[in-house]
């Protein structure tokens, strides 16, 4: 199994909400998309409710996204057999008698008007996990800028690059903010049964000159920095970048949210989104939109390659730094599968390959 | 001392700690004999820290005298409900005041809370056995509910003085014969040996409740499967030895085959990496993880922030950066 640091296993748990797809590209055509390794055909009803069913028809190992959306069934584009939103096959084309236990599986959905998930685990597990939420992607407080990226990696490597953003200097001077260079300040980290957040406070730094202009700022103000980051649930980053400019409320803040889905054990969906609560028009968007696309195409990059050189030869025992605390961390909830999942609590089996 | 102040200045270099919160008593209410329901919420309405059944959490309580308690509660409300936490809190008469702290709470006050943490998670399975006395119902609650959702087959032995002294029956009436109540004075003691006479490979037993009953399904499941029984003791967390009170003790190397002596001033990493045998190591703060190493045996004082509970207790692995032995010999796969 190619699962980078993770151990051996797949690296993330099936009992969780993933985001299948913007809740804008679901809609009256099937929109076929794989969640833990599982295929998934998502489509709305007439009345607008999302669907999510097993992608592949039970009559021919044909995919139900390359069918059509009627009313508020789907009908596959080769078997003709025609499946309600539960996943129960209703009609046949070539007999009246619809056959005997003819269906698909229908999964848990939750559509928040900014992102679809599903739940591919336990379905009787969905309704006792609250979905993460991400109201500021709605809050007309905040502006955001953001786009998918599908990564040829284990989800576990994108853990590992959100728990730890120091390497940001390297991977793109020129987005980094320079309170990131030299040695960073204490890290604090938080734990939950579920949870994993920490913070680093920085004294006063200059601002990267992007940063500067979009805040307002001369290019050599120098303010203090406050950087979080929280692993909220298998499938949610929310991290943030805060300058706190005296006398400025609220704090003008940058909120990181990676929503990331396992696709298989080799493959993970991104999406990415920059939301701030300062500069919210659409001239500052068209600034940041491309400093920022072109930071997670590089960091696609190297998580690519990092997974490719685990491929090639295989995990190997790493030399962690006490930067690494949170990355441990979420390594710790990752291995250890919550209830419902593999039949026993496993130990922690990072970096012991 | 080296010890001691090479702790303070590392810790002021990682803190890892757990979610702490100021949470507001939304509801307290006697819901058995001497039983009182508490209803924490975050103040300004925010959802609070997931969790899953069988986990708990800190309070941080005062004493009328003013002493800080820190106490161990169940949450045993709704996991989907991340508006609010439920705790079921048994007011103990010998106890050093955190009962009676929780039970003095009204409706409006602020509680310093620590976790949730889960050291007795619900594992799946297709047919479960829990058995609770008393108090011991509150991390069962959460869990007979998942158990029914998901469609296991599930029995429960709910055991108590009488019935008065049983709090959340009533909810568990909805079960119907699934729940069996177990008051002492009108029933006499639950026929333990009966309901565990026939271990199965398909079901797995959560008990919790007093010493008494721990140590009776304890001795009955030595029948059953490894890793069939999961229990929950209510004691208090083991406090972290007082620094200074460090002790020499004898290092054996077994792939090494070597025997060495840990000073009560240095650490079991430095005399390691003395002696000439490669280890890796990082923080040297007992976070980072990259120390760790295989125990094969002695009694580890763990110190790090790395392995939880469960890890320490079973004592396979440790880090040498910071952790020691409490017996006078620690031999470890090196």
């Not at chain 1, 030869?313 to 930067?323: I, L, N």
């Amino acid at each position: 199994m190619a699962t980078a640091n993770a151990g051996p296993g797949r690296g993330y748990p099936v009992n969780a909400w993933y985001v299948l797809a913007r809740s804008d590209e679901v809609g009256g055509r099937p929109l076929g998309r794989r969640v833990a390794d599982t295929p998934v055909v998502a489509y709305r009803t007439a009345g607008g409710t999302a669907v999510a069913l097993e992608d592949r028809c039970a009559h021919r190992p044909y995919p139900l996204s390359l069918g059509r959306v009627a009313g508020d069934t789907i009908v596959s584009g080769y078997t003709g057999f025609v499946y309600g939103p539960d996943g129960v096959c209703v009609s046949v084309p070539t007999q009246d008698r619809v056959p005997h236990g003819a269906r698909v599986r229908a999964f848990p959905v939750h559509d928040d008007g900014t992102f679809v998930r599903v739940w591919t685990g336990d379905p009787a597990l969905a309704a006792r996990r609250v979905p993460p939420r991400t109201p500021w992607l709605r809050d007309a407080g905040w502006a955001t800028v953001g786009d998918r990226l599908d990564t040829a990696a284990n989800v576990v490597l994108l853990h590992e690059n959100f728990a730890d953003i120091t390497h940001v200097a390297v991977v793109d001077p020129f987005i980094a903010p320079p309170a990131l260079h030299g040695p960073p300040p204490p890290l604090e980290v938080a734990l939950s049964e579920t949870s994993v957040s920490f913070s680093r406070q920085y004294a006063p730094a200059p601002l990267a000159d992007w940063h500067a202009a979009a805040l307002g700022l001369p290019a050599d103000a120098r303010h203090p920095q406050r950087e979080t980051g929280a692993f909220v649930a298998p499938g949610l980053w929310v991290n943030t970048w805060e300058v706190q400019v005296a006398g400025v409320e609220p704090v003008p803040t940058f909120r990181f949210t990676h929503a990331i889905t396992p696709v298989d054990a080799g493959h993970t969906a991104h999406e990415w989104r920059v939301s701030r609560n300062f500069a919210l028009d659409a001239a500052t968007d068209a600034t940041l939109a491309p400093i920022f696309a072109e930071y997670y195409r590089r960091v696609r990059g190297v998580l690519e390659t990092m997974q490719a050189v685990v491929d090639r030869d295989g995990p190997r025992r790493e030399v962690a730094v006490a930067a690494d605390a949170a990355v441990l961390a979420v390594r710790r909830l990752l291995a250890q599968e919550p209830a419902g999942e593999n039949g026993t609590r496993r130990r922690r089996t990072a970096a012991r390959a | 001392m080296t010890t001691a102040a090479g702790t303070a200045t590392t810790r002021t270099a990682t803190i890892v700690r757990e979610v702490e919160a100021d949470l507001v008593v939304r509801d307290v209410r006697p819901v058995a004999d001497g039983v009182v329901a508490v209803e924490l919420a975050d103040p300004a309405g925010a959802p609070l820290p997931a969790w899953t059944p069988g986990a708990h959490v800190d309070l941080v309580l005062r004493t009328d005298a003013g002493e800080e308690l820190v106490r161990q509660y169940s949450l045993c409300g709704d996991p989907a409900d991340d508006s609010r936490w439920r705790l079921g809190v048994l007011l103990a008469a010998d106890g050093r005041g955190g009962s009676a702290a929780v039970h003095a709470l009204r409706p409006g006050a602020t509680v310093r809370t620590r976790g949730p943490r889960n050291h007795f998670p619900l594992v799946a399975s297709p047919r479960y056995l829990f058995v609770a006395g008393g108090i011991g119902i509150t991390p069962l609650l959460p869990m007979v509910a998942e158990a029914d959702a998901t469609g296991a087959d599930w029995t429960l032995l709910y055991g108590g003085r009488s019935r008065a002294s049983m709090a959340f029956a009533d909810e568990l009436a909805r079960h119907g014969d699934r729940v069996t109540l177990a008051p002492q004075d009108e029933t006499g003691l639950p026929d333990l040996a009966a309901l565990l006479a026939d271990p199965r490979p398909d079901t797995l037993v959560y008990c919790c409740g007093p010493e008494g009953l721990l140590a009776a399904v304890e001795e009955l499941c030595t029948a059953w499967p490894p890793g069939a029984l999961h229990l929950e003791r209510f004691s208090a967390r083991p406090q972290e030895p007082a620094a200074g009170a460090d002790a020499e003790f004898e290092l054996v190397l077994q792939r090494s085959g070597l025997t060495l002596t840990v000073p009560a001033d240095r650490t079991v990493f430095e005399v390691v990496e003395d002696a000439g045998v490669s280890v890796l190591g990082s923080c040297l703060e007992g976070v980072c993880g990259t120390c760790e190493t295989e125990v094969v045996d002695g009694d580890v004082d763990h110190r790090d922030s790395v392995l939880n509970a469960d890890e320490r207790a079973a004592n396979e692995f440790m880090m040498i950066c910071v952790s020691r032995c409490r017996s006078g010999r620690l031999t470890l796969d090196l």
